[in-house]
């Protein structure tokens, strides 16, 4: 319970948003959808695909006008259920199979931010930023039927997103991060490594 209680507070996977010379931390708190690609389909902006959901906080430092170091952590669920038609077994005659998992994730980031001066303005309202980086993820088999492969993996992890700012010291955000595991994490014979999509909203304090 306080380990789930924890990471109710902490999760916005790579959604940092920028700061300026004065407010140069950011502490950001928000919550999104968690989507599935890999030997089981993709399920990335598929609007039939069951909501997973998951909770984050990420910190982040500025650097210089264009960039910021990001830490970010999540913990939520991501899944995967057979689309109608899609048949009971494959080709080969392997079962079609459903995956449930819980996913614990850890991402350290460089971002770029457009509001720097050159591109956009750095009190700009709208602040769009793209960011790369790489991350540690650890899953469990929350149904219980051996459908994904538990333990820990590694990630590249990239992805673009946009801050309004309220005023200098409060914004919000829309975020996409993509994250591609360094191996597959459902038990099929395909061997596909799976990857990621997490769409994030989010509040973020400057100080």
């Given at each position: 319970?306080?380990?789930?209680?924890?990471?109710?507070?902490?999760?916005?996977?790579?959604?940092?948003?920028?700061?300026?010379?004065?407010?140069?931390?950011?502490?950001?708190?928000?919550?999104?959808?968690?989507?599935?690609?890999?030997?089981?389909?993709?399920?990335?902006?598929?609007?039939?695909?069951?909501?997973?959901?998951?909770w984050?906080?990420?910190?982040?430092?500025?650097?210089?006008?264009?960039?910021?170091?990001?830490?970010?952590?999540?913990?939520?669920?991501?899944?995967?259920?057979a689309?109608?038609?899609?048949?009971?077994?494959?080709?080969?005659?392997?079962?079609?199979?459903?995956?449930?998992?819980?996913?614990?994730?850890?991402?350290?980031?460089?971002?770029?931010?457009?509001?720097?001066?050159?591109?956009?303005?750095e009190?700009?309202?709208?602040?769009?930023?793209?960011?790369?980086?790489?991350?540690?993820?650890?899953?469990?088999?929350?149904?219980?039927?051996?459908r994904?492969?538990?333990?820990?993996?590694?990630?590249?992890?990239?992805?673009?997103?946009?801050?309004?700012?309220?005023?200098?010291?409060?914004?919000?955000?829309?975020?996409?991060?993509?994250?591609?595991?360094?191996?597959q994490?459902?038990?099929?014979?395909?061997?596909?490594n799976?990857?990621?999509?997490?769409?994030?909203?989010?509040?973020?304090?400057?100080?």
């Open positions: 319970m306080k380990f789930k209680l924890l990471f109710v507070f902490i999760a916005i996977t790579v959604c940092c948003f920028g700061q300026t010379s004065e407010n140069r931390n950011n502490i950001s708190d928000g919550a999104g959808k968690e989507s599935y690609n890999g030997d089981l389909g993709n399920s990335w902006f598929n609007t039939g695909e069951e909501f997973y959901g998951f984050g906080v990420s910190y982040s430092r500025y650097f210089n006008r264009s960039f910021d170091g990001t830490v970010s952590f999540s913990y939520g669920d991501i899944g995967r259920c689309e109608d038609g899609f048949g009971a077994v494959r080709a080969d005659g392997s079962p079609i199979l459903n995956m449930y998992a819980r996913m614990t994730t850890i991402i350290l980031a460089l971002k770029y931010r457009f509001a720097n001066g050159y591109i956009f303005k009190d700009s309202k709208v602040s769009p930023y793209i960011f790369i980086g790489g991350g540690t993820e650890y899953m469990v088999d929350i149904w219980t039927h051996n994904v492969d538990p333990g820990m993996y590694y990630s590249v992890n990239g992805g673009v997103g946009a801050r309004y700012n309220i005023t200098s010291r409060w914004n919000l955000s829309c975020n996409f991060g993509l994250g591609y595991l360094n191996k994490m459902d038990w099929r014979v395909e061997k596909v799976a990857a990621y999509l997490q769409s994030t909203f989010a509040i973020g304090y400057n100080f």
